[in-house]
């Protein structure tokens, strides 16, 4: 299916092959697939400018999802109804609850015996150690990861985690497990997990540490299943979750390629009661997009390319910018992402099978630069009391060359020892 093109007032006319509700499967319009009838009933996100579009959307609603404090709602209703509810004066817009992923490049590693404690070379280049070194640590941030969820045993995280929430339809692959909802990572995929060490990983003398080792990590699983399939609206029903708690930093290790006007609500608002978002650019770049990137182009995704959340690219041990790594003047800054040593659940799809029970791992993807920011301004936020506003600015102005353009660096790499003043010589 093509997807359509949305507007503020934009109308859903091919949702056929949209969710159905309370799955993350897409119902296919190809070979082998019942097509739909006028009546089928398809998950829809409605954004109600007054009380009379909410109370229209729910009267036409057979089910209601998820009512959003920011005049949103994601209902199932008749196809038919559709065209009827969009074209309401009263309501603001009307799409495809899409799916929406985390994402990393699709290499296999081996999983590692950590000896001691490492610092990981994102932590040492971007001189978040030092900083440390200097009691910028981030005692008292809290920090959501928006992602699969973060193993509750693992050594490096267990002792800071918060609370865990889960929006998504299903969590069939731990609920035998009697969890908390969304404090776990989901068997065999270690994708927030890995994250969260990225973050936060514990200053422990042992496996790795983070670049904000002392915040509390809170799990808002988003994500579910091997291929890390969740919906807009369900993502945005964790931002809003984030920014209820007064949550200081969002990561958001995901994203889709089409914008969603929900998700843009969501981001807005939770910036607006002050959170620091930061999102992963994309696994798009120059080299690895088709159609390549032309100059002044964009292959950054959403929510990184909305204008309230830090994006954030990939740059390599070498300062380069990796081949995978999503371009754009959205780019806001670029982190360390790949081959990044962090936290991993004990059997994960991403390694193979030759040592099972080590729970470290090196990912590439720039859903792993995203957490080098989200730490640094988990530290700006806490340790030196700036606003969401001010530390995304403070992460900017402070930022390294290291002689990438615009579109493919922002204002630079990250510096972490730079934003907060510390001398990294």
């Known amino acids: 299916m093509t997807d359509p093109a949305y507007s503020r007032r934009g109308v859903l006319r091919a949702v056929g092959s949209g969710f159905a509700?309370?799955?993350?499967?897409?119902?296919?319009?190809?070979?082998?697939?019942?097509?739909?009838?006028?009546?089928?009933?398809?998950?829809?996100?409605?954004?109600?400018?007054?009380?009379?579009?909410?109370?229209?959307?729910?009267?036409r609603a057979s089910t209601v999802q998820y009512e959003f404090g920011f005049d949103a709602l994601t209902v199932q209703l008749p196809e038919s109804e559709i065209d009827a509810l969009a074209a309401r004066r009263d309501v603001q817009y009307v799409e495809e609850n899409r799916a929406l992923g985390g994402g990393i490049t699709p290499r296999i590693h081996p999983r590692q015996q950590v000896d001691g404690q490492r610092v990981p070379y994102g932590v040492s280049v971007t001189g978040a150690d030092v900083a440390a070194e200097q009691g910028y640590t981030g005692s008292g941030a809290n920090v959501a990861i928006l992602d699969t969820g973060i193993d509750s045993t693992h050594p490096d995280l267990a002792a800071n985690l918060g609370r865990g929430a889960a929006f998504v339809p299903g969590i069939s692959d731990i609920e035998e497990f009697d969890f908390p909802p969304g404090q776990d990572d989901d068997l065999l995929v270690s994708h927030g997990t890995h994250v969260a060490g990225v973050v936060g990983g514990i200053d422990n003398d042992i496996g790795v540490v983070g670049v904000s080792p002392a915040a509390t990590l809170h799990a808002v699983k988003v994500l579910v299943g091997v291929?890390?399939?969740?919906?807009?609206?369900?993502?945005?029903?964790?931002?809003?979750?984030?920014?209820?708690?007064?949550?200081?930093?969002a990561n958001l290790s995901l994203g889709e390629a089409e914008r969603s006007e929900m998700l843009a609500d969501a981001v807005a608002d939770a910036h607006e009661r002050g959170v620091?978002?930061?999102?992963a650019a994309g696994n798009d770049g120059v080299l690895e997009s088709d159609p390549p990137a032309s100059d002044g182009g964009s292959t950054v995704s959403y929510p990184a390319a909305f204008e309230d959340v830090v994006a954030v690219g990939t740059t390599d041990r070498n300062d380069d910018l990796a081949a995978f790594s999503s371009v754009g003047p959205e780019i806001d800054l670029v982190a360390p992402g790949t081959g990044v040593l962090?936290?991993?659940?004990?059997?994960?799809?991403?390694?193979?099978?030759?040592?099972?029970?080590?729970?470290?791992?090196?990912?590439?993807?720039?859903?792993?630069?995203?957490p080098h920011v989200a730490g640094a301004g988990a530290l700006l936020m806490s340790d030196a009391g700036l606003s969401n506003v001010e530390a995304r600015e403070r992460l900017r102005e402070s930022a390294a060359d290291v002689d990438l353009s615009e579109n493919e660096g922002g204002s630079g790499r990250l510096d972490v020892a730079a934003a907060l003043g510390v001398d990294a010589t």
């Open 276 to 279: 620091l978002l930061v999102a």
């Open 21 to 59: 509700a309370g799955s993350l499967a897409t119902v296919g319009s190809g070979t082998g697939a019942a097509t739909p009838t006028a009546d089928e009933p398809v998950t829809v996100n409605v954004g109600y400018a007054s009380a009379s579009g909410r109370n229209a959307t729910l009267a």
């Open 227 to 249: 291929f890390g399939g969740g919906s807009v609206a369900g993502v945005a029903a964790g931002v809003e979750f984030v920014a209820d708690r007064g949550w200081d930093v």
């Open 342 to 370: 962090s936290a991993a659940l004990p059997i994960n799809i991403y390694s193979n099978v030759e040592q099972p029970v080590h729970r470290y791992i090196r990912l590439s993807g720039t859903s792993f630069a995203a």
